[in-house]
């Protein structure tokens, strides 16, 4: 499987070393990027616990996805504190 990982990589041009774990880290990093939950990925990878699962949660990092901005966008959308304007909404 490594060779045939390693080669298919090669041919394809993808300058990483491929190998299976390689293929199990992006797997699960595009499925959390992508809104997976960390339970979930955690369940598909046979991780006993959640911190294991954690060091393939690269988006975290992201500020968009930080608990302070998703908590200012509730804030400021959903209950009631943002203006009309802001909502886009006329009378």
Not at 34 to 61: I, M, N, P, S
Not at 67 to 74: D, E, G, I, K, S
């Amino acid at each position: 499987m490594w060779r045939l990982l390693r080669r298919l990589a090669a041919t394809a041009g993808i300058p990483v070393k491929m190998s299976p774990h390689v293929l199990r880290h992006t797997c699960a990093t595009l499925a959390r990027d992508a809104g997976a939950r960390l339970e979930d990925v955690q369940e598909q990878l046979g991780h006993a616990d959640a911190r294991t699962t954690r060091r393939y949660d690269h988006g975290g990092q992201r500020l968009d996805r930080a608990p302070a901005y998703t908590l200012a966008a509730y804030l400021t959308t959903s209950d009631g504190h943002s203006t009309e304007s802001e909502r886009g909404e006329t009378a």
